[in-house]
């Protein structure tokens, strides 16, 4: 890889990382104080309800055990319960409605502070933009 291209690549990341946890971040409520992977643990469950504990962890590529952590401060808080399971391959999951409450109140902070960071841009640009993101994800998912 060409020095150049590995630092457009290199600046490609610290982006990503410093826009998602930034955002995270100011998506915080008093309400809803969670870290960046249980946000993420909690996406995962509002978008696949009655997912496992072991799907979530292959799917954000974390330890078992870090997501058991993670999902056991969810149950106490009352954002997510384990429904019964005849399969006996751990409980499927799902967020309670103060869960789906605060899952939704992060995901409007998100989108607000996204706007925000967007409305200088053209249209064409937040079109591009959106592709060229969803482009990445397809690629990264693929490998």
């Known amino acids: 890889m060409d020095t150049e291209r590995h630092d ?11 826009i998602t946890r930034r955002g995270l971040a100011d998506a915080r409520d008093d309400d809803t104080p969670l870290s960046m992977t249980e ?4 996406m995962a469950i509002a978008e696949q309800p009655g997912i496992r504990s072991t799907d979530i962890a ?7 055990s870090t997501v058991s952590r993670q999902l056991a401060a969810l ?7 384990e429904t019964p399971s005849d ?6 999951l799902e967020l309670t409605e ?3 409450s605060a899952f939704h109140r992060t995901l409007a902070s998100l989108q607000r502070i996204v706007e925000a960071h967007l409305a200088s841009w053209s249209d064409d640009e937040v079109a591009r933009f959106a592709h060229d993101l969803e482009r ?8």
């Open 39 to 42: 946000q993420s643990i909690m």
């Open 136 to 143: 990445f994800d397809r690629t990264a998912d693929a490998s």
């Open 98 to 100: 103060a869960g789906t």
């Open 58 to 64: 292959r799917m954000f590529r974390l330890n078992r």
């Open 87 to 92: 399969t006996g391959r751990g409980r499927p």
């Open 8 to 18: 457009h690549s290199s600046r490609v990341l610290r982006s990503l990382v410093a």
């Open 75 to 81: 149950l106490r808080l009352g954002f997510v319960r």
